[in-house]
DNA sequence: CTTGCAGTGTGTGTTAACACACATACGACA
DNA sequence: TGTCGTATGTGTGTTAACACACACTGCAAG
């Protein structure tokens, strides 16, 4: 493994790999390296955010819970993206939550510091805004397809997204997690994932989710990943 | 109706209403007024767009449709917004549909000149970004909406939606067409519209709704539109 | 005045997902 | 080696929303 593909390596975060010599220069003494564990809350509904977070190879779930306890996914970060959009974008808070659904690792920069070099308004502030583009398709996606979409092809989507934002095929996930996620029965994650395995497409074990064919789960889910997929490709996040 | 309160007035959007007077009479000769009809398009999926919209009194749906046809409302957007934000985000176009939910006006002003303005990072570059994340956050909500809510509570919210964009308590809308939002079927909002107007919170005739006890809709809708307007009145927007 | 149609009401059968209950089975740890 | 908790499988009954069909009604155009 050489140092660019090192996980501690800010540069393995995609918008970070994008910025011109000069921005990074000036913003790499600043990058400090975290370590997260499995459901780890990056922040809560309502709560302060002192750091932005640019992944580099865990995956984080904005999550959104009610009142009555049930949760649904709004979106999925991984390391073509950052957790903390609202410091940029001047409301400080987000009325959802970040989760930690991968263990690994990202680097953070304080609040103030990535507002200083946003108001630069150099391709920081491009590749920001250009990203947040693209997560508002993919919650957009995420409304339709909670929408018109079954159980069983929305977890292929969640399977999907997931499995674009992971180096290996195999996610460390119960059931019960993806239900949360997916804001639906652990039952149904089940007879869902149950058919997904007769079909070849993945196997699983006690909270291990192995992809083997992901050409398949391509072909059995709905039109909504593509979408989102496109979009990030278009926006180059 | 004073000068202030003419729908021409780029004043009705808020956005603009809340411009320093430096920044506002820089952009003024450059807003033009357009009126819109129900039913109006004003960027299609992937779409080019030459304008952003700032709406002074109508309303547009942001509408994702499928390949199948169906489709489903993303976002709602009337005079405390703008039409054509992946302008100033950078992807210049977007994979969903803005079509006038409620005719009426809106000033425009050509995206070359936005973008100039945007750039200059004053207070509009703020403006439309905190608009723009509590847009995330009304889309968001309506992700989680879609996934656990009734579609009676969802007609409920999107009744306060459009009638918190409105001047009057009438909405020129049909069934039909309100499916088409919600992203499901016309019966089912013949059905729940019924139960809502049998409890006497609305009346409705052949594509009229009358909103006749908006504080009996707030008790029935889910705590979606709650999130969704604390967001809007926390961010001034 | 009558014809057509847009807007709405409603009924029947079907399906997807729910709630709840409980069975099974492995792995970790004592 | 036994025990317990986590993860998963599955069955039953219920409900919300679907698909489809068709009836009713009043306005508007001829």
Redesign the interface.
Known sequence: MNALAHPQNPCCNRLLARLPVEEYGRLSPHLEPVRFDLGDIIYQSGGHIDYIYFLTDCIVS?L?T??NG?S?E??IVGNEGVIG??L????DT???RAIVQSAGTAVRMKARLLQDEF?R?GEFH?LL??Y??????Q??????C???HSVERQLCRWLLLSHDRLQTDELIMTHDMIANM???RREGVTVAAGKLQDAGLINYYRGRITIINRAGLEEAVC?CYQ?VK??FD??HV
Do not use: C, W
């Open positions: 904005l959104y009610m009142e049930m649904a709004i979106g959009i609202a940029f974008m001047g409301g987000m009325p959802n108001k308004g491009h805004l250009r947040t583009q693209a997560l508002v398709t919650i957009s996606q995420t409304a339709v909670n929408r018109l997916l804001g639906t039109e979408v496109d979009e278009r926006l």
